[in-house]
C-alpha cells in the first residue's frame, strides 16, 4: 500500500484565497482524521471521520474551515477564505479499527501570504 | 479538558545511552496511548500503541509503559543510536463528548551524537 496521500505537498497562496487540501487513506481504513501543527500551538486535532461520517468536528476553528469526506478514500479540507494565521503544516491520518493505529501522510505545507 | 505534557522538551544524548522519555495526561480515563516519531519536515510514524488495559508495549529496542492511575506514559530507548534522532511525541485517545479523540503532546526533540 502507497501509505496515507496528501496533495499538494506544498502550496503558497495570498489572503482571500481559496485553498483546498487533499487526502487519500489506505485503503480499508475506517477512520480519517485531518490536524494542524504549528510551532507555536503543536499539532491539534480539526476534525474526526469514522466511516465517513464527521463524528467530531470540535477543533475547526472557524466557519472559514470546512471538511469533507464523499467516500472512503477521499476527503478534503477547505479554507475559504485563507489568512496568513492559516499558515501550518496539515496532516491526515487514517485510522486501522483492528489496532486503532493511526497512520500520519507525509503532510501539506501551507503558506497563506 | 485533557492536557498531554511531555518532558523533557529537548535532549541531548551521546550514541549508547538508555534514554527515557516521559509523557503525563490530566485525565486517566483514556481508551489508548500512542507514541510517534516526527523526523523534519514529515509525517508522524507509529512506534507503540498501548491500549488502557495493558501495561506495557516493546518494540525491538523501545519499551512503552503506561500506568494509567498516575497518568504517565514513559517511552525507554535502549543503547541509542544516531538515527533515533528525532521528536517524539505522544497521543492519548480519550472520550469527548460521544467519541474518543486524541490528543498529543508537544513533543520531545532528541538528537543523539556519535
Known amino acids: 500500500d502507497a501509505g496515507v496521500i496528501q496533495s499538494p505537498r506544498h502550496e503558497v497562496t495570498e489572503m482571500g484565497q481559496e485553498v483546498t487540501l487533499r487526502c487519500k487513506p489506505i485503503s480499508g481504513h475506517n477512520s480519517l482524521f485531518w490536524y494542524r501543527q504549528t510551532m507555536m500551538r503543536g499539532l491539534e486535532l480539526l476534525i474526526y471521520?469514522?466511516?465517513?461520517?464527521?463524528?467530531?468536528d470540535s477543533g475547526m476553528p472557524e466557519d472559514r474551515f470546512s471538511a469533507k469526506m464523499p467516500n472512503a478514500s477521499f476527503s478534503t479540507l477547505k479554507i475559504q477564505p485563507s489568512e496568513p494565521r492559516d499558515s501550518a503544516v496539515y496532516f491526515c491520518?487514517?485510522?486501522?479499527?483492528?489496532?486503532?493505529?493511526?497512520?500520519f501522510g507525509p503532510g501539506t505545507r501551507l503558506t497563506v501570504l | 479538558k485533557q492536557e498531554v505534557t511531555q518532558i523533557p522538551a529537548a535532549l541531548s544524548v551521546p550514541e549508547g545511552e538508555n534514554l527515557v522519555l516521559n509523557c503525563s495526561f490530566t485525565d486517566s480515563a483514556i481508551y489508548n496511548l500512542q507514541w510517534f516519531r516526527q523526523d523534519p519536515g514529515k509525517g508522524l510514524t507509529s512506534l507503540l500503541l498501548?491500549?488502557?488495559?495493558?501495561r506495557e508495549q516493546t518494540s525491538g529496542r523501545l519499551n512503552a509503559s503506561l500506568d494509567k492511575s498516575s497518568g504517565r506514559s514513559t517511552l525507554y530507548i535502549a543503547a541509542s543510536q544516531p538515527g533515533d534522532s528525532a521528536t517524539y511525541l505522544c497521543?492519548?485517545?480519550?472520550?469527548?463528548?460521544?467519541?474518543?479523540?486524541?490528543?498529543f503532546g508537544r513533543g520531545t526533540s532528541l538528537i543523539v551524537h556519535p
Open positions: 471521520f469514522n466511516n465517513n461520517v464527521p463524528i467530531d
Open positions: 497521543a492519548v485517545r480519550h472520550r469527548s463528548g460521544g467519541s474518543y479523540i486524541p490528543t
Open positions: 498501548i491500549q488502557s488495559s495493558q
Open positions: 491520518a487514517s485510522g486501522d479499527s483492528n489496532t486503532d493505529t493511526q497512520y
